[in-house]
């Protein structure tokens, strides 16, 4: 069993920054797939993004594209999503998933393990 922390989320003007984090409970945290979606109210729970069980193949959905990057630290059990140039369509609950596979996806049901979430919210 995967335990999933999220922390960093906020309330932010438009144009600033935030990193998200999610500490994971699992020392073999290196096997997992790992990946950030976000839910708005009133709308389903979308892709943001997603990075391999080695830190490789990053990908991201259009919408944040170019102002978003996921890294993770396997030695601290880690997975980060920094966020720039942050617009008021970016608000929603932030969650990390943790996938028992060494390739990540764009589904959320492909995902073993969530955590629950920490809130952005991004003022025009």
């Known amino acids: 069993q995967v335990q999933l922390v999220e922390s960093g989320g906020g309330l932010v003007q438009a144009g600033d920054s935030l990193r998200l984090s999610c500490a994971a409970s699992?020392?073999?945290?290196?096997?997992?797939?790992m990946g950030w979606f976000r839910q708005a109210p009133g709308k389903e729970r979308e892709f943001v993004a997603t990075?391999?069980?080695?830190?490789?193949?990053?990908v991201y959905a259009d919408s944040v594209k170019g102002r978003f990057t996921i890294s993770r630290d396997n030695a601290k059990t880690t997975l980060y999503l920094q966020m720039n140039s942050l617009k008021p369509e970016d608000t929603a609950l932030y969650y990390c998933?943790?996938?028992?596979?060494?390739?990540?996806?764009?589904?959320?049901?492909?995902?073993?393990?969530w955590g629950q979430g920490t809130q952005v919210t991004v003022s025009s």
């Open positions: 998933a943790a996938r028992s596979t060494p390739w990540g996806s764009r589904r959320p049901d492909d995902y073993d393990y």
């Open positions: 699992e020392r073999t945290f290196s096997n997992y797939a």
């Open positions: 990075i391999a069980y080695n830190g490789g193949t990053p």
